[in-house]
């Protein structure tokens, strides 16, 4: 009469213990392709963000089952997208000072992600904290010019 209960309990123990592999490459993965095709660079900008956002969520769940590797590699895309929509806001002429819309969506977004990528530090050992701090310096910078471009006015 026992034997169906360990065998329930081991069944049990084994889902569980599968469950977050199991869940990680169920979501859906982002891709920084659509936003480099994008022929308007303000958009470009905007989809750049969207997948540095995303990007953010799968370096979590990555991290969340052990997998350095892959949090590794989604945080590099996090720096590659929000450098993406840097180099697109520049290619678009637009001067922050002036047409100030773009911009301060690129900041918004931004200190978001920075919020997030400081929350996930947080979660992280301290070992590898590493990791996430050339990433979160760069996001910085990117930010602050942006700021400080809206903040300056045209003259």
Request: aromatic share 4%.
């Amino acid at each position: 009469m026992r034997r169906p209960i360990v065998t329930m309990a081991l069944t049990l123990a084994v889902v569980t213990t599968m469950l977050p592999y199991l869940i990680v490459p169920a979501t859906p993965a982002a891709d920084l392709q659509p936003a480099k095709n994008e022929p308007n660079l303000e958009k470009r900008s905007r989809l750049a963000l969207a997948n540095a956002d995303q990007e953010v969520s799968e370096a979590r769940e990555a991290y969340a089952v052990q997998n350095m590797k892959a949090t590794e590699s989604k945080l590099g895309e996090v720096r590659e997208s929000v450098e993406l929509a840097q180099a697109a806001l520049i290619a678009s002429g637009k001067k922050p000072g002036k047409s100030p819309g773009p911009y301060k969506y690129a900041e918004t977004k931004s200190r978001e992600l920075l919020r997030r990528l400081e929350g996930l530090k947080q979660e992280m050992d301290l070992a590898d904290r590493a990791v996430i701090e050339p990433v979160q310096n760069r996001v910085q910078e990117i930010h602050d010019a942006w700021l400080d471009g809206i903040l300056t006015h045209a003259k």
